[in-house]
């Protein structure tokens, strides 16, 4: 039989990866999918250096369109990244009726429905396993493994910049900024590193998994957002002493009310295998009714674990190819007409608990107002620590850091208990507020 011809918009740190693995392990995939693939085409604007990566079998062009045009390439990998052209081409793609492999998060969680809906309209498959969590098969499990469950909730460290920012923050002892200065000299953060940092990146791919776990649109725009830029170090060394970790997690929950979608840090006990995943690793965990709690861990990143998962959607493709359209697993893991209206839950309608720090007047009563105005609220307290005088304030500030873990509440009717707190003529800063998942 003859090869699948594939197309590469983009060759860079994963388009080399792709090319490379691909031709390293032709003969295993071969034999896995029944007949060969082939890189046939590859677009890149530096021509020059993507024909040293390929070599002289290789067609390379500038222009991506040229690929698209080809009538013998069977699939189009993008891996341009963004919203603007690899939109376009994604779409000219399909209406060429070509299969889309892409890593494209961020286009797929802003644009993923009418992406879909084109593929369906078109009958070709848009496979993106390569999306979320680089080498990690949470896509195919979500949407194949796990199928026969309905799935409660999925919980994962899924930016690996912001993971090793806050590993370092914990074994230094150093604040943010200081830390972010050192991930970028290693390269494990961009010199723009805002869509890591500020949660936007974990935001796109919780909304990706959050569609296929549930069988919701992607929602992107109702995702609520909250990155780690104002963590300090002392709320990392507080939170070991009461037995936790802090994680940047992306949460998606399923609840009578509707779907919890959300990225933030995280307090995380330290005895949950998650909590423990360090450095650019990432992690997810997904609950299920039947199979209880499961965890997946690998490299979220870097050029062949990526590359891992582009080949095997292309695998995917290749052996599915010819077959009928409804045969194929849907692109959300529900059929396209069964899929749910389930609403996405404003932040304020969210339960959960929470780990607040309070830097206070060190005087009688402080305590006791505190604890009164959640007691006021019906919020329970879980755990109170309260530091010794010297050990927080400056010579003369007569000042101490008092840290309260409550039990569940809606995020709404902390938000006013908070609005209270603050007002208190001794309350001598900005409250800390950090939530916290027990992960059950």
């Known amino acids: 039989m003859k090869p699948i011809k594939v197309g590469l918009l983009g060759i860079g740190t994963v388009g080399s990866g792709t090319f490379n693995v691909l031709k390293r392990n032709q003969e295993e995939i071969q034999r896995r999918a029944g007949r060969g693939i082939e890189i046939a085409m590859v677009a890149d604007l530096n021509v020059a250096r993507a024909q040293e990566v390929v070599g002289a079998g290789v067609k390379v062009v500038a222009d991506a369109r040229e690929v698209i045009a080809n009538p013998d390439i069977d699939i189009v990998i993008e891996l341009i990244g963004g919203y603007g052209i690899a939109k376009a081409l994604v779409l000219e793609a399909i209406a060429a009726g070509k299969h889309v492999v892409t890593a494209n998060k961020a286009l797929l969680a802003v644009h993923g429905t009418e992406i879909f809906a084109a593929a369906q309209a078109k009958g070709v498959m848009v496979a993106f396993e390569a999306a979320v969590a680089g080498g990690i098969p949470i896509i195919k499990a979500l949407r194949e493994g796990l199928t026969a469950n309905s799935i409660q909730w999925v919980a994962g460290i899924i930016n690996g910049t912001t993971n090793f920012i806050l590993s370092e923050m914990r074994d230094k002892g150093l604040d943010f900024g200081v830390v972010l200065k050192e991930a970028q000299r290693l390269g494990y953060a961009e010199a723009d590193p805002t869509f890591d940092i500020e949660g936007v990146d974990a935001a796109h791919k919780v909304t990706l998994m959050s569609a296929i776990a549930f069988g919701i649109p992607v929602q992107f725009d109702k995702a609520y957002v909250e990155g780690i830029t104002q963590l300090g170090a002392a709320d990392i060394k507080y939170a070991e002493q009461l037995g936790y970790r802090i994680k940047l997690l992306g949460i998606t929950k399923r609840t009578a009310q509707g779907v919890e979608l959300r990225v933030h840090p995280s307090l995380v006990p330290t005895q949950r295998l998650i909590a423990n995943v360090e450095g650019a690793m990432n992690a997810v965990m997904v609950q299920g009714d039947a199979v209880g709690t499961t965890l997946y861990y690998g490299k979220g990143a870097g050029s062949e674990p990526t ?42 309608e969210v339960v959960t608990s929470y780990y607040l720090r309070l830097r206070v007047a060190d005087q009688a009563g402080v305590l006791a107002k505190l604890t009164g105005l959640l007691a006021d609220a019906g919020i329970s307290i879980d755990a109170v620590l309260q530091r010794e005088a010297d050990q927080v304030s400056q010579a003369g500030e007569n000042q101490t850091d008092v840290i309260i873990l409550t039990h569940d509440t809606r995020e709404g009717t902390l938000n006013d208990v908070l609005a209270q707190m603050q007002a208190l003529p001794t309350v001598m800063a900005p409250i800390v507020r950090i939530r916290k998942e027990e992960l059950n």
Not at 315 to 326: E, G, K, M, N, S
Not at 331 to 342: E, I, K, R, Y
């Open 307 to 348: 590359a891992s998962a582009v080949i095997a959607d292309l695998v995917d493709i290749t052996r599915l190819h010819t077959a009928d359209p409804l045969n194929r697993v849907p692109h959300l893991a529900f059929q396209p007409g069964a899929m749910s209206d389930l609403k996405v839950l404003p932040m304020a």
